[in-house]
C-alpha cells in the first residue's frame, strides 16, 4: 500500500488549495478514505471522509462549507478542496485507508499566513 499527497504550500489566508493523494497497492475503489491534519504541538485529527463510491462524505465542523473531499476512482486518487483558508488550517495533511490497520501518506505541509 502507497498514498503519496500532494498539492500543500504556503497561502494568503481566504486562498485556495487542492491537495491530492495518489493510491497503489490495493483496489482503490473498494475502500472509503479519510483525510486527516496535524498541526504543530497538536494530535492529528480527523478532517474529511469520503465512501468508496464517493455517495457519503463528511467533514469536521471547522471545515464545514470550505473545504470539499472527492475522489476519482478510475485515478486511485482522493481530493481535498480547501477554500477560503485561515491561519488555523495551517497543518500537515495526510490521506489515510484503513485495511484492517491504518495506511497513511507522508503528509503534505499547508501553511496559510500573510
Known amino acids: 500500500v502507497q498514498l503519496v499527497e500532494s498539492g500543500g504550500g504556503l497561502v494568503q489566508p481566504g486562498g485556495s488549495l487542492r491537495l491530492s493523494c495518489a493510491a497503489s497497492g490495493f483496489t482503490f475503489s473498494n475502500y472509503d478514505m479519510r483525510w486527516y491534519r496535524q498541526a504543530p504541538g497538536k494530535e492529528r485529527d480527523l478532517v474529511a471522509y469520503?465512501?468508496?463510491?464517493?455517495?457519503?462524505?463528511n467533514y469536521v465542523d471547522s471545515v464545514k462549507g470550505r473545504f470539499t473531499v472527492s475522489r476519482d476512482n478510475a485515478k486511485n486518487t482522493v481530493y481535498l478542496q480547501m477554500n477560503s483558508l485561515k491561519p488555523e488550517d495551517t497543518a500537515v495533511y495526510y490521506c489515510k485507508v484503513f485495511r484492517g490497520v491504518s495506511y497513511w501518506g507522508q503528509g503534505t505541509q499547508v501553511t496559510v499566513s500573510s
Open positions: 469520503i465512501s468508496s463510491d464517493a455517495g457519503r462524505t
